[in-house]
């Protein structure tokens, strides 16, 4: 089974609109952590933002948010007032204690194109 | 530089070439991880250093594979026998800490011919 499925291999939005980006996960862990990365054509992952699963509040990176809803297994990306610069691949990760700590499994990810 | 850099960024070969892949972590990053990106996929795990050495090798797919942090700082992915299954990016990335958050570089893409 899939530990992470991120189901929309490509997003097409509008500038300044807001985007969400989906991503469910599958873990038995009680305490668990969720990621999300921003892959831009250069290659290298930047790290966006961060849940644990104990955090009672959504996490929040200035424009970045994290809807979390830990019942439905479920940490979608939303990116308010979308610019230019945020077209890029987006991963949603995960890291389960029991499986290292030190691991994060990656989704197959989702092209985000902004346009003008 | 300030961040985790990876050479060579490109690197093609013939199959069954030994080929060598190097990470310069972040200065003072005692954690460092190998990844493998293939075409269209997320990354996947392969090895997990903490200091000088291997805590986790568990997806390193076979013994071909092969990678070492000597000194607790650069670290070098060495891939035997290449094959065209190896064609992929290959992703470095440190932390300061096993659990802390991950400083990706820019990856080395491989491509065996």
């Known amino acids: 089974a899939q530990k992470i499925t991120q189901t929309q291999p490509g997003m097409f939005v509008q500038e300044k609109e807001a985007v969400t980006l989906d991503c469910t996960y599958d873990t038995s862990d009680q305490s668990y952590g969720l990621f999300w990365y921003k892959q831009p054509s250069s290659g290298e992952m930047i790290f966006l933002i961060y849940?644990?699963?104990?955090?009672?509040q959504n996490a929040t990176e200035g424009r970045y948010s994290l809807n979390f809803q830990k019942a439905r297994k479920s940490a979608n990306l939303v990116i308010s007032a979308s610019q230019l610069g945020d077209s890029a691949m987006y991963f949603c990760a995960m890291r389960e204690p029991s499986q290292g700590a030190q691991k994060l499994v990656f989704g197959q990810g989702t092209r985000l194109t902004i346009n003008p | 530089g300030a961040g985790v850099s990876q050479t060579p960024s490109n690197k093609v070969t013939e199959k069954g070439k030994y080929v060598e892949l190097r990470c310069d972590p972040i200065s003072g990053h005692t954690a460092l991880y190998w990844y493998r990106q293939s075409l269209g996929q997320g990354p996947e795990f392969l090895i997990y250093?903490?200091?000088?050495?291997?805590?986790?090798d568990s997806g390193l797919p076979n013994d071909r594979f092969f990678a070492v942090r000597p000194e607790g700082s650069v670290s070098t992915l060495k891939i035997q026998r290449t094959e065209r299954g190896d064609s992929a990016v290959y992703l470095c990335?440190?932390?300061?800490?096993?659990?802390?958050?991950?400083?990706f570089g820019e990856g080395s893409r491989l491509t065996v011919l």
């Open positions: 250093f903490q200091g000088t050495g291997a805590a986790d």
């Open positions: 849940q644990g699963s104990y955090d009672e």
């Open positions: 990335a440190s932390s300061a800490g096993r659990t802390g958050e991950l400083f």
